[in-house]
């Protein structure tokens, strides 16, 4: 991958700290940034300060492994509506364990409360691994809602079956109800909130406001994390294709191919842990501006996208050493806030170019 010295003209700062890992962040139209902490709290930062009350009215959450509270979406009338949606990790069900869920409340910041909670989708089954939650949430301009599911650790059950949840990308309208042209609507024992399929853990989603392209990373096994555009009714091909290998070292497949499965349009070798995906729009950042910024939890560093239609044209490392990159936001006042497991909540801090 190739380095740059762009970063050379913008500082890292912390912003805040006393947050452990830091899964999520939004702001709100009155500027306080809402952010998921990983073990099941709904932590605010207002003014620059974390303040010491959590948000109540959260649900049962099951924080284990990789599992707990994930991602966190504005309704785009969340000024009229204050819906906030967000996923997590939940033992709702039969079977001992837990799986991913989706779920709207509405978000009273001057009480920190959360209230008129309701379930828009649960994975099934249950399971007992601690791995492969997904899970991140975008709105499209139509007002559809997009989630992910990881496979669950259970690669050869789940991300290629259509009648099982897991490796999957869906779409629902806001109040959770399926759409009527999802692509699978009507299939015999397909979900019919299916919108992709053949997915291995997808932590990351973003639109192109350019083109209203949705696109998604996630992470492969030893090798082989993707960047992808998601396309309607799709097969990415997890299991049967890749461009990784067993975490022991063994050949997964033979194939990086096939007939009906589309390709990646970036792949990493070795994985470099991709988390949190953004495009920047910012004009506080010349140099970051009309690309997209993806976290390497593994190696410490941001990656930075130049896409143009479907294509990703380069890819560059950037601002090393800023730590295990999980979340990203570009604030209302344009600088890009990075979540970083340990450490708190940096902020890219521009100086004159």
Known sequence: MQTTDLDKNITTTLFVDGITIPWAMVQLPSGEIVISERKG????????????????????????????LLDLA????????HWLYFTYASKEGN???SNTALMRAKLNIST????????????????????????????????????????????????????????????????????????FVGQDNAKSAIFSYGHRNPQG????????????????????????????????????IS???????????????????EQPALYW???????????????????????????????GHLVLLTIKDEQVISQEKVFEGIGRARSLLQGQDGYIYVGIDGEGIKRLNSVAF
């Open 74 to 81: 504005l309704h785009p009338d969340f000024a009229n509506n």
């Open 243 to 261: 461009y990784g290998i067993n975490y022991n070292g063994t050949k997964l497949t033979d194939k990086t191919e096939q007939v009906g499965m």
């Open 112 to 183: 920190f409360t959360l209230s008129e909670q309701k379930l828009l989708y649960k994975a099934h089954p249950n399971s007992s691994k601690g791995r492969h939650y997904g899970s991140r949430i975008v709105f499209d301009h139509k007002g559809f809602i997009y989630f992910s599911v990881g496979d669950r650790g259970q690669r050869d059950v789940n991300p290629q079956d259509l009648s099982k949840d897991g490796g999957k990308i869906y779409r629902l309208h806001d109040n959770g109800k399926v759409p009527a042209d999802n692509p």
């Open 95 to 97: 079977k001992a364990g």
């Open 205 to 240: 989603m973003s639109i192109d406001p350019r083109s209203q392209n949705i696109w998604s990373h996630e992470h492969g096994p030893r090798g082989g994390d993707e960047v992808n555009i998601i396309y309607k009714g799709r097969n990415y091909g997890w299991p049967e």
């Open 269 to 299: 070798t070795p994985s470099i842990a991709p988390s949190g995906m953004i495009y920047v729009s910012s004009d506080k950042y010349p140099s970051l501006k009309g690309k997209f910024l993806v976290g390497s939890m593994k190696f």
């Open 41 to 68: 709290e709904l932590r605010v930062v207002k003014n620059g300060r974390l303040i010491k009350q959590r948000i109540s009215g959260l649900p049962k959450i099951d924080s284990n492994g990789q599992g707990g």
